[in-house]
C-alpha cells in the first residue's frame, strides 16, 4: 500500500497546487514541496527499515519472494490479465530518491523564473515525478506503458508553455520521438503477451511471470528491439539523440532538471529492468552493436558539447555522451559495471541538474544562453563561478566525486568484455575534461563580455546547489552506500537472466 | 407475429411513438414551452426505450420476423444508440434555447435519427438494413440544415443530401447483386450460401463492393469521406455529435455483425480492400488535420482516422476484436459528446465556436471547460488516464493478436501524426493571452452532462473493468 501512495501523493499535491493557484502564487509551490517532502520521508521510511541494508535478502525475484523491500499486488483488468502490481527493490529505490530530490531542486529552482500560470505548472510537474515514480516502481508491463506515457504529456506542457524561444518545435520532436518508440515499445509487449499466453494459456502482463517466457530466437530479437528503442531514445543513443538537445535547451530549467536528472534514466531503468532479463539471449548478441552505439554517443556527445556556443545545449550534449557510460555499463553485465552504472545514473542526475540550475539562472539573470556574450563573471558572481566550477569537474570525472566512482567502474566492468570498448570510452573522459574546462574559461574567466548588473545566488540557490555538492562528495567518498542498496537487486537480476536462459536453451534444445 | 415478438420489440416501439407524442403534444403548446415540452418528452421517451431494454433483455436472443434480431449484440448498442441522443438532446436543447423558433421539429427528427440508428443495430437484413438507413438519413438531412439563416448550414445539408442519396442507390445496387447471387437477403442465408468458395463470383463481388460504398460513405472511411468536413463545419455542434457518435456507430455496429456472420477472413479480395481503406483512412484523416484552424474540421478528419483505427480491430475478426471494438466505440462515444459538447455550451446564439482563435486562452477565462476539454482532445489522442488510452490499447492488442503487423504500424505512426493537432489545440487553451469576450454562461443541464462525460471518461480510462464485463457477456455472444 505504502507503494501506492507513493505514486498517489504527488498526483493529489500535483491537482491541489494547480487548483490553489486562484488563492495565491506561492502556494502551489509550497504544497508541491509538501508533497514531495511526505514522499521523501516514506522512501526514507522504507530504507531505513530494519534487516535490509544489513542483511541484503536472497532468492530469485519471483512474487512474494524475499528480494523486495516492498511489493503490492491489485487485480485492475482481470479479463486481459492486468494487475496493479507494484515492487520495490534497491534499485528502484535509488532511482525514488533520485527522482524526489530532483523534485525538490525542481520546485526550488522555478521559484522566480515562473510566474504565470505557476499553479498548472506544478500540476505538469507534479505529474511528471508521478508518471517517472510509476515508471521506477511498475512490475507489470502494461503499468509500466502506462506511466511510461503518463510522464510525456505533462512534459510536453512544461516545454510548450514555459519554454525559451524555439519551445515549439523542441516539444513537438521531443514528443513525436518518445510516442513513437513508446508506441513501438507497446506492439512488442503485446507481442510478448501473445506469445507467452499462447505457450502456457496464461494471457497476463505480469513481468515476473514474463521472465521465464522461451522465445523462439527470431521473435525474441524482434521483441527485444522494440524495448530497446524505446529505452535508446529516452536514453538517449546515437542516432536517435536528436530530440535532446532541442528539448534540454527550450525547456525551463525545471523542465531541463528533470529531463536530464529523471527521464533520460527511466531509459536506462528500462534496459536494465525488462530489455536484457526478458530476453537475454537477444541482448547478449546485440551486445557488441549497444557497444559500439555506446562509444560512438560518448566520444559524438563530447565533441559536439565541444563545438556549442549555447550553454544549455553543450549542458544537453554532455548528457549524451554520459549516458554512453551507462549503456556502455549495462550490457557489459558484470557487477562491477553494473555497480558503475548506478552509480553514474545518479551522479549524472545530481551534477547535469545542477550545470541546468546554473545554467538556468545565468539566462534568468543575462536573458542568454550565448556563451560569447559572457565572460569574465566571476567577479560579478563568485558564489555562481565557483560551484559551476564544482560541477563542470564534477561532470569531469575528478577523482573525489561520484561521477568518477561511476565512469571508472563501468570502465573496469567493460574491460573484462571488452577492452577495446572500455579503451575507446576512456578517450571521452579526456574530451569531458576539454569541454567542461573550456565552459568554465568562457564564461567566468577572459574578457568581460556583458554590462550591467548581475545579482549573485540568494540564499535558495545557494542552499539548492550546496545539498547537491554535498551529495556528490558524499558518493565520491563513500559509495557504499549505493553499491550495498543496489547490490541485491543487481544480484537478483543477473540470477535471473541465468535462469530465463537456461531454461530458454532448454527448451529450445528440447524441440 | 405474436405477443412474445411485440414484447421484445417494446424499445423500438417506444422509440416510433415518441416523435408522435412529440409532434401531437406541439399542437396544444407554444413559444418557450413548446421547446421545454418537446425537450422534456423526448428524454422521457429515450429514458423508458432505455429502461425497455432493460425488461426485454432475458428474453433476448429472439429473432422476430426475417428482418430484426433482439440479441444482446442489439440490446447493448440500441443503450449506447438511447444514451447518446439523450446526451444529444440535452446538448441541443442549451444549443437552441434563446434561438428564433420553437424547434420542436429539431427534436422529433432527432427521434427519428435514433430510431433509424436502433434498427440498423438490429438488423438482420438486407431490407432492415436499407430501412434503417434511411430513416436515418432522411431525418439527418433536415437536422443538418436545421440553422437555415446560416449559408454553411444550408450547404452542409445540400451536400449530404445528394451524397447520401447517391451512396443509397449504391448501397440498393449492391444488395440487389447480391440477392441475384444468393436469392436471399438474410443475413444468416447468405452467410450460409457464401461459405461455399463456388460462390465467389465477380457478381457477388460487384455486389459487395457497392455495399461498402454505400457504408463507407456513412462512415465517413476514405475514399467516400468527402462530405465529412462541410458537414461537421456547417451543422449545428450537436448534430454534428450525433453523426460522429450515433450515426457511424450503429452503421459500424451493423457491419460488424454481418462480417462476423460472413468471415470477412475467408474472403481474401474483401480482406484487401478493407485493409487499403483502413490505412488510407488513417492517414488521409490525420494528415487533412493537421492543416486545419477550425476545430469541428479537425474533429471531422480525426473522426476520419478514428473510424481506420476502428477497422483496424475490425479486419483482426474474433471475440476479442468484436469487444475491442464495442470498448473503442463506447469510448468514442463519450469522447466525441464531450468534445461537441464544449463547442455547443461555448457557442454564441450567432454562430458556433469554431475557429482555434477563439479557444486560445480559454483555460485563464474558464479553467474547468479547458481542462474538460483537454481531457476530451488527450482521449482523442490516446493518452493514459483516459478512455481513449484503454481505446486504442484494445484495438492495437486485437490487432498484434491477429498478427496485423503492417496495420498495427501504421497505426502506430498515426497515433503519432494525430497528437500533432491535438496538443496545438491544447496548447492553444493554455496560451497566454487576455481574452476579451466572455463566452456563454454554462447552463445547468449542459453543465450537468459535461461532468457526467468527464466522469465516464476518467472512468472507462482508469478502471476499465466492469466495462469490459458488460461488453464481455453481451456483445460477445455475436460470434
Redesign the interface.
Known amino acids: 500500500m505504502i507503494l501506492l501512495w507513493l505514486i498517489i501523493i504527488p498526483f493529489l499535491g500535483g491537482l491541489l497546487a494547480w487548483r490553489s493557484s486562484s488563492v495565491n502564487s506561492v502556494l502551489p509551490r509550497w504544497i508541491s514541496l509538501a508533497a514531495l517532502a511526505l514522499d521523501f520521508i516514506l522512501i526514507i521510511a522504507l530504507w531505513v527499515q530494519p534487516g535490509f541494508v544489513l542483511s541484503p535478502p536472497g532468492g530469485l525475484m519471483q512474487a512474494g519472494g524475499g528480494m523486495w523491500i516492498a511489493e503490492g499486488n491489485w487485480k485492475w483488468v482481470p479479463q486481459l490479465g492486468i494487475s496493479l502490481h507494484l515492487a520495490l527493490d534497491g534499485l528502484s529505490l535509488l532511482l525514488l530518491m533520485l527522482t524526489v530530490f530532483l523534485g525538490f531542486t525542481a520546485v526550488a529552482s522555478s521559484w522566480t523564473e515562473i510566474q504565470e500560470r505557476v499553479g498548472f505548472f506544478h500540476l505538469n510537474l507534479m505529474w511528471v515525478l508521478t508518471g517517472i515514480i510509476g515508471v521506477f516502481l511498475s512490475l507489470d508491463l502494461f503499468i509500466f506503458y502506462f506511466f511510461w506515457e503518463l510522464m510525456l504529456i505533462p512534459m510536453y506542457f512544461l516545454i510548450a508553455l514555459w519554454g525559451h524561444e524555439g519551445r515549439f518545435y523542441a516539444s513537438v520532436k521531443f514528443f513525436i520521438f518518445t510516442q513513437v518508440s513508446g508506441l513501438l515499445m507497446l506492439i512488442a509487449i503485446l507481442g510478448l503477451y501473445f506469445i507467452h499466453g499462447r505457450d502456457t494459456g496464461v494471457y497476463t502482463f505480469d513481468y515476473l511471470q514474463l521472465l521465464g517466457a522461451s522465445l523462439p530466437p527470431a521473435a525474441e530479437f524482434w521483441l527485444m528491439l522494440g524495448f530497446f528503442i524505446a529505452f535508446a531514445v529516452k536514453l538517449p543513443v546515437v542516432p536517435v539523440h536528436t530530440w535532446l538537445p532541442d528539448a534540454h535547451t527550450e525547456a525551463p530549467t525545471a523542465g531541463s532538471v528533470v529531463l536530464a536528472g529523471l527521464l533520460l534514466k527511466t531509459g536506462a531503468y528500462g534496459l536494465l529492468r525488462f530489455v536484457i532479463p526478458l530476453f537475454p539471449r537477444a541482448a547478449f548478441e546485440f551486445t557488441p552493436v549497444a557497444f559500439v552505439l555506446a562509444v560512438i554517443g560518448i566520444i559524438y556527445g563530447a565533441v559536439l558539447a565541444f563545438a556549442q556556443t549555447d550553454l544549455k545545449r553543450l549542458v544537453a550534449y554532455t548528457s549524451v555522451s554520459h549516458m554512453g557510460f551507462v549503456l556502455l555499463g549495462i550490457f557489459a553485465w558484470n557487477e562491477i559495471a553494473l555497480q558503475g552504472a548506478v552509480m553514474q545514473i545518479i551522479c549524472h542526475g545530481v551534477a547535469t541538474g545542477a550545470l541546468f540550475i546554473l545554467a538556468g539562472s545565468l539566462q534568468e539573470r543575462m536573458h542568454t544562453r550565448e556563451m560569447s556574450r559572457m565572460g569574465g563573471l566571476w567577479a560579478a558572481v563568485p558564489r555562481m563561478g565557483g560551484l559551476a566550477l564544482f560541477f563542470a569537474l564534477a561532470a569531469l570525472g575528478l577523482p573525489g566525486m561520484g561521477n568518477f566512482i561511476g565512469e571508472f567502474l563501468v570502465m573496469l566492468g567493460t574491460f573484462r568484455v571488452s577492452a577495446a570498448a572500455a579503451v575507446i570510452a576512456a578517450a571521452g573522459v579526456i574530451t569531458a575534461t576539454v569541454y567542461a574546462l573550456w565552459m568554465i574559461q568562457r564564461v567566468f574567466h577572459g574578457p568581460v563580455g556583458f554590462k550591467g548588473e548581475i545579482p549573485d545566488f540568494k540564499g535558495r540557490e545557494t542552499f539548492t546547489l550546496a545539498v547537491m555538492v554535498i551529495i556528490i562528495i558524499w558518493l565520491g567518498l563513500y559509495p557504499r552506500a549505493v553499491f550495498t542498496t543496489a547490490k541485491p537487486a543487481l544480484d537478483n537480476l543477473q540470477k535471473a537472466v541465468t535462469v530465463t536462459e537456461t531454461a530458454g536453451k532448454q527448451i529450445h534444445d528440447g524441440r | 407475429m405474436n405477443a412474445g415478438d411485440f414484447f421484445v420489440l417494446l424499445p423500438v416501439l417506444v422509440m416510433a411513438a415518441a416523435p408522435v407524442v412529440v409532434m401531437m403534444t406541439a399542437a396544444f403548446t407554444k413559444g418557450r414551452m413548446r421547446h421545454a415540452t418537446a425537450v422534456l418528452l423526448s428524454l422521457a421517451g429515450l429514458a423508458i426505450a432505455f429502461a425497455m431494454l432493460l425488461v426485454v433483455s432475458p428474453a433476448a436472443p429472439r429473432q422476430v420476423t426475417p428482418l430484426i434480431i433482439l440479441d444482446s449484440y442489439a440490446v447493448f448498442y440500441m443503450g449506447l444508440i438511447f444514451a447518446s441522443s439523450f446526451v444529444v438532446t440535452i446538448l441541443s436543447y442549451s444549443y437552441l434555447e434563446g434561438r428564433d423558433g420553437s424547434h420542436h421539429e429539431y427534436y422529433i427528427l432527432l427521434l427519428l435519427a435514433t430510431l433509424g440508428s436502433a434498427v440498423l443495430v438490429a438488423g438482420s437484413h438486407f431490407a432492415s438494413f436499407f430501412l434503417g438507413l434511411e430513416i436515418l438519413s432522411i431525418s439527418l438531412y433536415s437536422l443538418i440544415a436545421y440553422v437555415r439563416v446560416s449559408e454553411r448550414s444550408n450547404e452542409a445539408g445540400i451536400k449530404y443530401l445528394v451524397l447520401a442519396a447517391a451512396s443509397s442507390s449504391f448501397l440498393l445496387f449492391g444488395m440487389a447483386l447480391v440477392y441475384a447471387q444468393f436469392g436471399t437477403m438474410e443475413f444468416a442465408g447468405i452467410a450460409r450460401k457464401s461459405a461455399d468458395a463456388a460462390a465467389h463470383t465477380p457478381l457477388l463481388s460487384a455486389g459487395l463492393v457497392m455495399i461498402i460504398i454505400g457504408a463507407g460513405f456513412k462512415l465517413a472511411l476514405v475514399p467516400f469521406h468527402m462530405w465529412t468536413p462541410d458537414v461537421y463545419e456547417g451543422a449545428p455542434a450537436p448534430v454534428s455529435a450525433f453523426i460522429a457518435s450515433v450515426s457511424k456507430g450503429a452503421m459500424f455496429a451493423l457491419l460488424l455483425r454481418y462480417f462476423t456472420l460472413v468471415d470477412i477472413r475467408a474472403y481474401g479480395p474483401l480482406f484487401m480492400i478493407f485493409t487499403v481503406i483502413a490505412i488510407a483512412s488513417m492517414f488521409t484523416g490525420n494528415l487533412l488535420a493537421l492543416f486545419q484552424n477550425n476545430i469541428k474540421r479537425v474533429l471531422a478528419y480525426s473522426s476520419i482516422a478514428h473510424l481506420g483505427y476502428l477497422l483496424v480491430a475490425f479486419l483482426a475478426g474474433g471475440a476479442l476484436a468484436i469487444t475491442a471494438v464495442s470498448y473503442y466505440l463506447i469510448s468514442y462515444f463519450v469522447t466525441i459528446l464531450g468534445a461537441f459538447g464544449i463547442i455547443t455550451v461555448l457557442s454564441g446564439k450567432e454562430r458556433d465556436a469554431d475557429t482555434l482563435e477563439e479557444y486560445r486562452g480559454l ?1 485563464l477565462r474558464r479553467p474547468w471547460i479547458a481542462g474538460v476539454f483537454t481531457a476530451m482532445l ?1 482521449s482523442l489522442a490516446g ?3 483516459t478512455a481513449g ?1 484503454i481505446g486504442k ?1 484494445y484495438v ?2 486485437a490487432g ?2 491477429s498478427a496485423l503487423w503492417l496495420l ?2 501504421v497505426l ?2 498515426n ?2 501524426i494525430s ?2 493537432y491535438y ?1 496545438r489545440i ?2 492553444a487553451l ?3 493571452t487576455a481574452g476579451e469576450e466572455a463566452a456563454p454562461r454554462l447552463s445547468l443541464a449542459g453543465g450537468i452532462v459535461m461532468a457526467v462525460l468527464t466522469l465516464l471518461l476518467l472512468w472507462l480510462g482508469v ?3 466492469p466495462f ?2 458488460i461488453i ?1 457477456t453481451t456483445v460477445a455472444g455475436l460470434v
Open positions: 483555460a488527450l493518452i493514459p488516464l488510452f490499447f492495437v492488442t498484434v493478436g498495427v504500424i502506430a505512426v497515433s503519432a497528437l500533432f496538443l491544447v496548447v493554455y496560451a497566454h478502471y476499465p473493468s469490459i464485463r464481455q
